[in-house]
């Protein structure tokens, strides 16, 4: 019985994991593409204000 109560709430808080590690890697890749606009703002603006 303690089994599988401990196994259930291991898959609980793997799943936990998972949904944290997704919302993780979203943020991540949209940090990413933010970081890069900017980069690529600051190429294009540097010249013209160099």
């Known amino acids: 019985m303690s089994h599988t109560v401990r196994a259930a709430r291991d898959i609980r808080s793997l799943r936990t994991n998972v949904r944290t590690a ?7 890749r949209e940090a990413k593409g933010e970081g890069m606009l900017a980069a690529g703002g600051c190429v294009a603006v540097s010249p013209v204000a160099g």
Do not use: G, N, P
């Open 22 to 28: 997704v919302r993780a890697a979203v943020v991540l």
